[in-house]
């Protein structure tokens, strides 16, 4: 099947006589690094002094339900005002915080359940999975330790595996990803990204060496672009016009549309936020197609930059100084088209 054939599935259930796709044959997923969503409240055990009431950056509670308020609202955006069957997140403390995004947001009526594990962050921040309960069904699940046995002080967020039922038609393997920024040197930090990547390459190759045809997504902030070392050469995530015909992964936002890049850092975009997906789930091999790609453009999710040019994403902070705004990331999004497939695949 080539690049145009695997398209043209997506266009075919998106368009077909001019009609909208039913909700129920889509499941939009949705990565949002919310930027520091942290609770007002002091743990002995992370280091999250600067979001207290006390602190510099005056975190009181009445700031975190607003930001409750702008992540559901930046969620619902993204899933075109239908709530999307799946939600990577990262940059969340606990298992609190996720508690009260669906308790006290727009999103407390639609049935959403958490994935979520504490992880060894010395910030205490964690990536999470939010799928509602109507659509998808956890098959298996753990979170995945970057340990490093060379590297006895090496800490960083865990990658969570999924294994999920999508609308009781086929499996799909998630894995929700937050790796190790550039703060601390370019040099070190990307001997650590490489060997979170190394360490997620393993885990695919070896769900792929049971399943050559299973389909697979990989979300997260990867803090590289698509084209770079990391994400090429040794997480092997190639373009989609490239690397069809190879078992393995494509990187979907080097076609993704909506804004040159997910988050601004100096005047220059970089596309930190991506998908990459397994070449069954790209060529639509079966049950499951993935679509395009794309960065959530909403308005109300940007502001002018007046340092610079254009626009940037309307953060909650900028250094200690308080914005009010959403986050210094934008979301994206991808849609899985889901075909009758006459029963339920256990891949």
């Known amino acids: 099947m080539t690049t145009t054939q695997g398209c043209l599935i997506c266009l075919t259930f998106l368009f077909m006589h001019a009609q909208p796709l039913r909700p129920q044959d889509t499941c939009r997923v949705v ?8 609770d007002p409240f002091d743990d002995s055990l992370v280091q999250d002094e600067e979001f207290l009431p006390d602190a510099d950056r005056a975190w009181t509670y009445g700031k975190f339900r607003k930001k409750l308020v702008n992540i559901s609202r930046a969620i619902i955006a993204a899933g075109n005002w239908n709530p999307p069957a799946l939600i990577g997140l990262c940059e969340i403390e606990n298992h609190f915080v996720l508690k009260q995004l669906l308790l006290h947001s727009p999103l407390k009526n639609l049935n959403y ?3 979520h594990a504490e992880g060894p962050d010395p910030r205490g921040v964690d990536v999470a999975l939010l799928y509602r309960q109507d659509k998808i069904s956890i098959l298996y699940h753990r979170s995945i330790r ?4 060379e590297d006895t002080l090496f800490r960083t967020r865990d990658v969570l595996y999924a294994k999920v039922l999508v609308f009781g038609t086929d499996t799909l393997h998630l894995m929700v990803n937050h790796w190790p920024s550039k703060y601390g040197g370019i040099a070190s930090s990307l001997e650590k990204r490489k060997f979170v990547a ?9 769900v792929l060496l049971q399943q050559p045809g299973a389909y697979m997504l990989l979300m997260g902030d990867y803090n590289d672009g698509p084209d770079q070392e990391v994400m090429t050469a040794i997480l092997k995530a190639g373009r989609p016009r490239d690397r069809i015909h190879e078992p393995g992964l494509t990187n979907l936002m080097f076609d993704a549309e909506g804004m040159p890049g997910t988050h601004k850092y100096q005047g220059e975009w970089s596309l930190l936020d991506q998908f990459v ?7 639509g091999e079966g049950c499951l197609v993935a679509c395009k790609a794309a960065i959530v453009k909403e308005p109300f999710l940007l502001e002018d930059d007046n340092t610079h040019s254009g626009s940037k994403p309307f953060r909650t902070f900028a250094g200690p100084r308080y914005l009010g705004g959403f986050s210094d990331h934008l979301p994206v999004v991808v849609d899985i088209v889901v075909r009758g497939c006459g029963g339920v695949s256990q891949k």
């Not at 970057?146 to 046995?149: A, E, K, L, Q, R």
Request: proline residues 3%; glycine residues 4%; negative net charge.
């Open 277 to 283: 997906v397994s070449t069954a789930l790209f060529l």
């Open 113 to 115: 359940e958490i994935l």
């Open 146 to 149: 970057m340990t490093n046995p």
């Open 198 to 206: 190394g360490k997620v390459r393993h885990v695919v190759d070896s």
């Open 31 to 38: 990565f949002y690094n919310v930027e520091n969503l942290y």
